[in-house]
């Protein structure tokens, strides 16, 4: 079953140098999806340091179960998020777009 559209669960502020979760549910796709995060357009690796966009950033991301967690929050981490749903079957699906300060 392919997967329906995710819904993002992202804090619409927060506070520098504390914990921030941000969570991507989806309850149809069979096998179940794995998720991607995308900030601003731009997917978020699993490794913030191998990226020069995002080593800045301090996260850490379960694609099993679409948990993003940002511990600590910087400046830097403001920006629009959404996540995509994707297994095998059919095409990824992209939740609505969210904007955390």
Request: proline fraction near 14%; charge should be negative; include cysteine.
């Amino acid at each position: 079953v392919p997967p329906g559209k995710p819904l993002a669960h992202v804090p619409s502020s927060a506070t520098i140098g504390s914990r921030a979760v941000l969570r991507c549910s989806e309850g149809q796709g069979s096998p179940p999806p794995t998720f991607r995060w995308y900030k601003d357009g731009s997917v978020l690796p699993p490794d913030p340091k191998s990226s020069p966009t995002f080593r800045n950033s301090s996260y850490s991301l379960d694609p099993s179960t679409g948990e993003l967690v940002f511990e600590p929050v910087g400046g830097w981490d403001t920006g629009d998020y959404h996540c995509e749903a994707s297994n095998n079957v059919g095409s990824p699906q992209k939740s609505d777009v969210f904007r955390m300060e």
